[in-house]
């Protein structure tokens, strides 16, 4: 089994900085990739970025060029670098890792952290 905790959500203003956290936690895990998702109310929630274990990273048109996701393997840790924030990228941010784990692979979840940008 792998935990994920999400930090780091709030309020900012729009062209506003913000900065996500995902910690993973668990016994013999593997991390493939990471990824965050986020879902605006009456909206379907939509993959935003992800990292692979190897680094290799792709973004959303939406983001791209104001957000940036990167990890730390010593602490298994996603960071989600949300810059020049608009309206619209108010929403509940999930964080997704598809991970290996007692010889399952499987995706699992966070709990969700809300980002809410005012203009």
């Known amino acids: 089994q792998v935990q994920l905790v999400e930090s780091g959500g709030g309020s900012a203003q729009a062209g506003g900085s913000l900065r996500l956290s995902c910690a993973a936690s668990?016994?013999?895990?593997?991390?493939?990739?990471v990824a965050w998702y986020r879902q605006a109310p009456d909206t379907e929630r939509e993959l935003v970025a992800r990292?692979?274990?190897?680094?290799?990273?792709n973004y959303a048109d939406s983001v791209k060029g104001r957000f940036t996701i990167s990890g730390d393997n010593s602490k298994n840790t996603v960071y989600l670098e949300m810059s020049y924030l608009k309206p619209e990228d108010t929403g509940v941010y999930y964080c997704?890792?598809?991970?290996?784990?007692?010889?399952?692979?499987?995706?699992?979840w966070g709990q969700g952290t809300q980002v809410t940008v005012f203009s």
């Open positions: 668990g016994t013999a895990f593997s991390i493939n990739y």
């Open positions: 990292i692979t274990a190897g680094g290799t990273t």
């Open positions: 997704n890792a598809n991970a290996d784990s007692s010889g399952l692979t499987r995706g699992y």
